[in-house]
């Protein structure tokens, strides 16, 4: 089954935009983790419910929500591009950031489930060995919350694959440029004829999906068994 | 020496102390469960803030509410041990032993590794992480940890209560060995007055927040006040003894101390050693004449210092040369023997009664 040359741009660019997207994401989900865990704060279920709105918002008004923020004419977007000449919409980094805003929540939850299940005493018994914060956050949690980072990651990243309606809402479907997988799919599927590329496209989504969760499953163990706990 | 003024107000919950302990040798905080031990420990060690008084230790202050002084935790250097080892899951034993040596600066670093290794007996154990340890082995691995980031002091936080009293007998003499070995003070929170009577210079009892009584153990457990016949507390003086001789045919050892000599089954010290017994009053007859054919073998002509009635109950304090000794007999006995401050009696006490090892 040899993939077309679009095909593989699709896949190459599926897989850039999807791990731009998370590893863009990750310092800030972690940031948003350690507040809503331990952080004790006046709106703190305000910042919740924002972490997890891209997750209960239909991708499409997500995808509209970026457009009227972020557009070249937009606020924001305006001043993006005026300052530093970044201009997201049509480009395939706005792709990877409206899949970063999209999975965000994943990477989230599942970090601050970690950090939930690390005893909040060690990092003290580290601090009373002479560890800073810092240091004790870096030697002690960091490596015990591993495991919940990576699962996360892992579900951002499958996530951000299939991502459809934010960033065809946000940054059209380019081929070479933000056309995705799914995108592909749904070019192929609308064009009469190509059912065939439609079902190649779609038997490579379903292999990424099974080489994802067994990435995901091994990553765990070796985390886990890092760590000591098995 | 460690000087401790605190106040501090938490909800419901307060804490007044005030308390002093010696440079070198162990202070024991002692009382029940939500007396305030523990939390005593976090101001020491700088976990919680009081929000007045001062922490001090020797040259060094570690918080001073008016002089606006409050040293971080991880600058303090005191090695804290805790009742849950809490050792690093992620770390191997020797990479949770050298965690506080590492970041101990360099011209500080007196203890080493192997020293406390051989000193905890933990050779074995260096590779292992610490899911494959027993709770005592991991008593054991916290201890050194804490050591080796060459502590100025010793929190340690009822290092013994989750252990059964196997592996309490096996921690013990390790932690003696670190109380005569190493010159670091102590702060021992127990709940266990076997434990405070073997280990402990100093006592601290702590009730609801307040220090109760503060002084050497030996005078502080001689009180009649603080453990009377109702308390949970098992009432019983301290005494210091040196092994004076061991008697192999009959397993015994003659223990002598300022006031006399005490028969008791052979303990493991060697002849000239010292160490501290503790005599439960309730296994202290009193005898108005010398008592003659006795199995008993203890028989100690002392002097009545205080008379405690309550109810059923006679707590009497004894003088035995410059020794205290309490004695639990019942009202009735007291008022037949006409006790009273000042009366000549003896003191009969079952060598079976005593055992050195104050451990269990």
């Known amino acids: 089954m040899p993939l077309t040359p679009v095909e593989i741009e699709a896949l ?16 800030l989900a972690l940031l948003s983790a350690l507040l809503l865990a331990r952080g004790r704060f006046p709106g703190k279920l305000l910042v919740d419910g924002l972490v997890h709105l891209p997750l209960v918002l239909p991708p499409v008004v997500m995808g509209y929500l970026l457009l009227v923020t972020l557009g070249t004419r937009a606020p924001v977007g305006a001043w993006l591009l005026d300052t530093f000449g970044v201009r997201l919409i049509f480009h395939w980094t706005g792709a ?50 591993l495991p919940g980072i990576i699962a996360g990651a892992i579900t951002a990243f499958a996530a951000s694959l299939g991502e459809f309606g934010a960033i065809i809402t946000f940054v059209s479907n ?49 985390a886990q068994r890092l760590i000591g706990g098995g | 020496m460690l000087d401790v003024a605190v106040v501090r107000r938490l909800g419901q919950f307060s804490l007044d102390v005030a308390f002093a302990g010696p440079a070198v040798g162990v202070t024991a905080l002692f009382g029940a469960s939500g007396s305030g031990k523990s939390s005593i420990i976090a101001l020491i060690a700088g976990l919680i803030k009081p929000q007045e008084g001062h922490v001090r230790l020797g040259e060094t202050t ?6 606006g002084i409050d040293l971080p935790l991880h600058c303090r250097r005191v090695g804290w041990v805790f009742q849950d080892a809490r050792l690093f899951p992620h770390l191997s034993v020797r990479a949770n032993l050298l965690y506080g040596y590492r970041r101990a600066p360099a011209a500080d670093r007196r203890i080493s590794l192997d020293q406390v290794v051989a000193l905890l007996g933990i050779e074995a154990l260096l590779s292992r992480r610490p899911h494959a340890l027993s709770g005592g082995e991991k008593q054991r691995v916290a201890l050194g940890r804490a050591l080796l980031s060459q502590p100025r002091l ?27 070995e190493m010159e670091i003070p102590i702060v021992w929170v127990s709940h266990s007055l076997d434990e405070v009577a073997r280990l402990a210079d100093t006592l601290v009892v702590l009730d609801q927040g307040r220090v109760a009584a503060c002084g050497s153990v030996a005078t502080v457990l001689a009180r009649l006040d603080l453990f009377p ?19 192999e045919a009959h397993s015994l050892t003659r223990l002598v101390f300022d006031g ?58 004894l003088d035995i040369g410059a020794a205290q000794l309490v004695s639990r007999i019942t009202s009735f006995s007291a008022e037949r023997l006409r006790l009273a401050p000042g009366s000549r009696v003896f003191a009969v006490i079952k060598s079976v009664a005593i055992d050195g090892r104050g451990g269990g």
């Open chain 2, 260 to 317: 006399g000599a005490l028969v008791v089954p052979r303990v493991v010290e060697a002849t000239g050693e010292r160490l501290r017994i503790r005599i439960r009053a309730r296994d202290v007859m009193l005898a108005a004449s010398e008592p003659l054919d006795l199995s008993a073998l203890n028989v100690l002509p002392a002097v009545v210092r205080e008379v405690r009635l309550a109810d059923a109950h006679a707590d009497i304090g």
């Open chain 2, 62 to 67: 570690f918080f001073d509410a008016s002089a």
């Open chain 2, 229 to 247: 016949p109702d308390s949970p507390y098992e009432a019983g003086a301290a005494i210091t003894v040196t092994v004076a001789s061991h008697e």
């Open chain 1, 96 to 145: 990877a950031f409206a899949a970063g805003v999209v999975t965000f929540p994943f990477q989230v939850r599942a970090m601050r489930l970690a950090l939930e299940g690390v005893n909040p005493t060690l990092p003290a018994a580290a601090r009373s060995l002479g560890a800073s914060r810092f240091d004790a956050f870096v030697t002690i949690t960091l490596p015990l919350i």
């Open chain 1, 174 to 222: 380019i081929p070479g440029e933000t056309q995705t997988l799914p995108l592909a799919i749904y070019s192929a599927i609308q064009t009469p004829g190509n059912e065939a590329a439609a079902a190649r496209l779609a038997g490579l989504s379903i292999a990424l999906a099974l080489a994802g969760l067994v990435l995901s499953e091994i990553a765990g163990r070796r």
């Open chain 1, 12 to 27: 190459l660019l599926s897989l850039r935009i999807a791990f731009v997207a998370v590893v863009g994401a990750l310092p």
């Open chain 2, 154 to 180: 010793l929190l340690m936080d009822e290092p013994l209560a989750s252990l059964d009293a196997g592996r309490k007998a096996e921690i013990l003499p390790y932690v003696e060995r670190l109380r005569d």
